[in-house]
């Protein structure tokens, strides 16, 4: 059975500094995506970055970055340079097996993040 | 880029009452789509799979007969909660990726049901 760990419920962070929300997952499948969606209050859940279980290189997206460990199966997000527009629930997620429009995709628990001015 | 979109963004319904909620994919063909509920500060819990032209597959636990997901066109997927009650009231969010290629799946904003 897949599983997505977020051991995070709520954090603070200071407006301008990095942040990195925690994310352990697991899986059996070799071939797998992990995903980081944003869900502000309005409800909407926002694609920021993904990675794929044979990327190589860790996935970078503007302040996000994903810090894929593969052996310790983690796939911490870090937002540098946080705003205020930051606040929001942060999600991790995983597609099971291969890549396909009908694999499904799996969310953690959440973080709520809160950016402090 | 790609969007999903969802109707309505919220409906308050009494109990007993059905209620039809609607996800369209507005620029691309969606073989598939799925269905998330989400309780207050809880995370997404995935209810059913919706393929077009066939049955919907249900994750375990979810009443298929409660849920009613119809999956007509290539770019519409509606789920409608019969015989609503208290206990439904919970936000409705559909999601869909392009295509097989896609790594990015797309959401609609999302339906908040309150059933009185």
Not at chain 1, 62 to 84: E, P
Not at chain 2, 84 to 107: K, L, M, N, Q
Request: positive net charge; glycine residues 6%.
């Amino acid at each position: 059975a897949q599983k997505i760990t977020q051991t995070q419920p709520g954090m603070f962070v200071q407006e301008k500094e990095a942040v990195t929300l925690d994310c352990t997952y697991d899986t059996s499948d070799q071939s797998y995506g992990l995903f980081w969606y944003k869900q502000p209050s309005s409800g909407e859940m926002i694609f920021l970055i993904y990675q794929g279980s044979y990327d190589e290189q860790n996935a970078t997206e503007g302040r996000y970055s994903l810090n894929f460990q593969k052996a310790r199966k983690s796939a911490n997000l870090v937002i540098s340079a946080s705003q205020l527009g930051d606040s929001a629930m942060y999600f991790c997620a995983m597609r099971e097996g291969r890549r396909s429009s009908a694999s499904k995709i799996i969310f953690g628990s959440g973080t709520r993040l809160s950016i402090r001015p | 880029g790609a969007v999903v979109s969802q109707h309505p963004s919220w409906v308050i319904c009494k109990s007993g009452t059905s209620v039809k909620i609607e996800c369209r994919s507005l620029d691309f063909q969606a073989t598939t789509m799925f269905w998330y509920r989400q309780f207050p500060k809880q995370s997404l819990m995935l209810m059913a799979t919706s393929n077009e032209g066939s049955k919907a597959t249900y994750e375990q636990g979810v009443e298929k007969d409660k849920f009613l997901i119809n999956h007509a066109s290539l770019t519409l997927s509606t789920l409608t909660v019969t015989s609503a009650h208290p206990e439904d009231s919970s936000f409705y969010i559909c999601s869909a990726r392009r295509g097989v290629s896609s790594t990015e799946a797309f959401f609609g904003q999302g339906t908040r049901l309150t059933v009185v």
